[in-house]
């Protein structure tokens, strides 16, 4: 079993729409949680990053942590066709650990 | 606009070949990552560097695979011989090295096809 676990997809949604992207783990040693875009031929970038449990809002987009589930959470609202891209969650322990677990990302496409 | 560079960008060679694979991090950034893309398995960290120093390189496959950094400019990545299961998409990130988690930027990535 994968550490981290993510829905591949692919997700196809109209423009407008609220988009829900989620991952699990199994590692209860993981406290920071992230979430990276990756546009066709190109390197993750970070989007969104929380430290242990809660919600964090930025525009239009909002990461949820639930450490007592193990799940982890991106929204999306008014979808735009520039969000279009591979999402991918990661996520980090607290002892010396700067390398990242990461799922293996879901391939969202909003329809204009 | 500093970004982490790699070379070279696509990559097509012969199974038994070496190939080579080069990062630039970001100019102040000690610690430098290798990964491998593929469709099934996602994004794997081969291994990373703090201040030049290998940390970690447990996920790398020690017979053929190797990671240095001969200064704090360049990191490489090498694959000797090359077989068609590496065919992958190679990315390279770097970072401040913050305690507790540290942003990465990655590179555009090297695709590499090996026949």
């Known amino acids: 079993q994968k550490e981290v676990e993510q829905d591949p997809g692919p997700l196809s949604v109209p423009e407008g729409a609220i988009v829900s992207l989620n991952c699990t783990y199994s590692?209860?040693?993981?406290?920071?949680f992230m979430w990276y875009r990756q546009y066709s031929r190109k390197g993750p970038e970070l989007l969104m990053y929380t430290y242990s449990s809660g919600n964090k809002e930025d525009g239009r987009f909002t990461a949820q942590v639930d450490k007592s589930s193990k799940y982890i959470s991106l929204f999306i609202r008014d979808s735009q066709p520039s969000d279009s891209a591979t999402y991918l969650c990661a996520m980090s322990g607290t002892t010396g650990a700067n390398n990242l677990f990461f799922g293996t990302g879901t391939r969202l496409t909003v329809i204009p | 606009d500093a970004r982490v560079t790699q070379t070279p960008r696509h990559k097509v060679t012969e199974m038994g070949q070496e190939v080579t694979m080069r990062c630039q991090p970001i100019?102040?950034?000690?610690?430098v990552f290798w990964y491998r893309q593929t469709m099934m398995q996602g994004l794997e960290l081969l291994a990373y560097f703090r201040n030049r120093a290998p940390l970690d390189d447990s996920g790398m496959p020690k017979d053929r695979f190797s990671a240095e950094m001969p200064d704090a400019t360049l990191a490489t990545l090498k694959i000797q011989p090359s077989e068609p299961r590496d065919s992958a998409v190679y990315f390279c990130?770097?970072?401040?090295?913050?305690?507790?988690?540290?942003?990465?930027?990655f590179g555009p990535g090297t695709r590499l096809t090996v026949l």
């Open positions: 590692n209860s040693a993981f406290q920071y």
């Open positions: 100019l102040g950034h000690n610690t």
């Open positions: 990130a770097s970072g401040l090295g913050n305690t507790g988690t540290d942003t990465q930027y």
